[in-house]
């Protein structure tokens, strides 16, 4: 895969078109940013490119406009707190086609940045129309590609845009690739993998494709409940998806006995952050709903942690939302921050947890892309990063 490495020395002068994932979580209030994360992440690939003489055009999508001008979906704050990151002026065009998008384009000199207003507030972003990539494509003489979340979208300016210009990924695509390719080809051993998060029908790919690779894969979050019925494991009013009881046999079948469930359980009557807690050992009384996996299970899979020399975890393996629910997703983020593996966390909420917890320096890896991590943890080619192979 070319990174923006290759293209270093033909930087100079020449406008660097780069979709970055600037997604960011807002106050429905207020509309202020509360979580800049996803913007200092793509600034070490937007400096090389200012450092090397390109003239920086960025594009983004943030929430889900449908194709409508929605105004509290604007990029005019990003681009105003990028600019207080980067400590320099951040041009912004009030569109990322037509005329304002192209004559601010047109001024930027080496150096400088230009961020295009948001690409889905046109139809034709998620609906990768040629004609809008195109018009994309027309502002820059070179494509850069550093947006990770939404590489597993073909959309214009993610696929489209790479079919008009030279491809390169940025760093931060750069650093995910690689990282999750070692959880994928080859990896160290023992290979243990955390899985969590409310459905099984939501990992079903990607514990197919790692069930051959891990050495033990613990299994925690609602989606454990789907496999605890399946072997004849009371319950109780515990999130179940009886349509999945079928896969659950078999993946269960082809994993032999490397699949590790909760053998306790920390319940509620209810999900609400006043109802009773209580831990059951073993199985879920009815009236109970599991909503974090019990301390034996936590210590059971923090000492699997513990031993691997690679861990890989995609959801959360309780209701963390809600404190009394959150320990066994603290003591496994914990387990993996102390561990001296290689540590790899999914996003979304995964990786929200690792950060409420202030455990991402300590975590080798923690990807910006929660579907995309997932898409590529299932072994699913990615088309934004297709098109730079």
Same mark, same amino acid.
């Given at each position: 895969?070319?990174?923006i ?8 002068g ?11 979580p ?14 200092r992440?793509?600034?070490?690939t ?5 450092e ?8 983004s999508h943030?929430?889900r406009p449908?194709g ?9 704050p990003?681009?105003q707190r990028l600019?207080e ?8 065009a ?11 384009a ?8 230009l961020?295009?207003?948001?690409t889905?507030?046109?139809a ?6 040629p ?12 494509y ?17 845009v @790479? *079919?008009h =210009?030279?491809? +390169?990924a940025?760093?931060? %695509? ?7 390719? &070692?959880a994928? /080809? ?12 409310a459905?099984v ?21 609602a989606?454990a ?12 009013n ?6 999945r009881l079928?896969v659950? @046999? *078999?993946? =269960?079948?082809? +994993?032999?006995?490397k699949? %590790?469930?909760p ?5 509620? &009557?209810e999900? /609400?952050?006043e109802?009773e807690?209580?831990t ?6 009815d009236?109970w709903?599991g909503l ?10 923090a ?8 861990v ?21 983020a ?11 966390v ?5 990786a929200?947890?690792?950060e ?8 080798s ?8 991590s997932?898409e590529?943890?299932?072994?699913e ?9």
């Open positions: 895969m070319k990174t490495r290759d293209m270093a020395d033909r930087l100079a020449k406008k660097v078109l780069m979709r970055v994932d600037f997604n960011v807002r106050d429905k209030q207020t509309g202020r940013i509360t979580n800049d994360l996803r913007i992440r793509a600034l070490p937007i400096n090389f490119a200012r090397n003489g390109g003239r920086v055009i960025l594009m943030l929430g449908d409508q001008v929605v105004e509290s979906m604007s990029l005019r990003v681009a600019a990151l980067l400590g320099a002026d951040v041009a912004f009030a569109d990322c086609v037509g005329p304002e998008a192209e004559e601010a047109a001024a930027l000199k080496d150096g400088e940045v961020m295009l207003e948001n889905r507030f046109h034709g972003e998620e609906d990768n129309d004609e809008f990539a195109r018009r994309l494509a027309a502002l820059g003489d070179v850069v590609n550093d947006a990770f979340g939404t590489a597993h979208r073909a959309h214009a300016s993610t696929a489209g @790479a *079919e =210009l030279p491809a +390169a940025g760093f931060l %695509i750069e650093k995910e690739v690689e990282y999750l390719s &070692r994928t /080809e080859n990896p160290e051993h023992p290979y243990v993998a955390v899985m969590g998060g459905k029908s939501d990992k079903i790919q990607v514990i197919k494709n790692l069930l051959d690779k891990v050495d033990a894969m613990l299994i925690g979050g989606m409940y789907t496999f605890l019925k399946q072997q004849g494991v009371g319950v109780g515990s999130l179940v998806e009886d349509d079928e659950a @046999a *078999e993946l =269960l079948e082809q +994993a032999g006995d699949i %590790i469930l053998v306790d359980h920390v319940c509620g &009557r999900i /609400e952050p109802t807690a209580q059951f050992d073993e199985e879920v009384p009236g709903i974090d996996i019990g301390p034996k299970t936590a210590q059971l899979f000492d699997k942690i513990k031993d691997a020399a690679l890989t975890w995609n959801g959360p393996v309780g209701y963390f939302e809600i404190d009394r629910f959150a320990e066994g997703t603290k003591t496994v914990q387990a993996m921050a102390d561990s001296e593996a290689t540590t790899i999914g996003g979304g909420e995964t929200e947890a690792v409420v917890l202030g455990l991402e320096e300590r975590i890896h923690v990807s910006t892309g929660g579907g995309a997932l590529f943890l299932g072994g080619e990615l088309p934004g990063i297709a098109v730079l192979q």
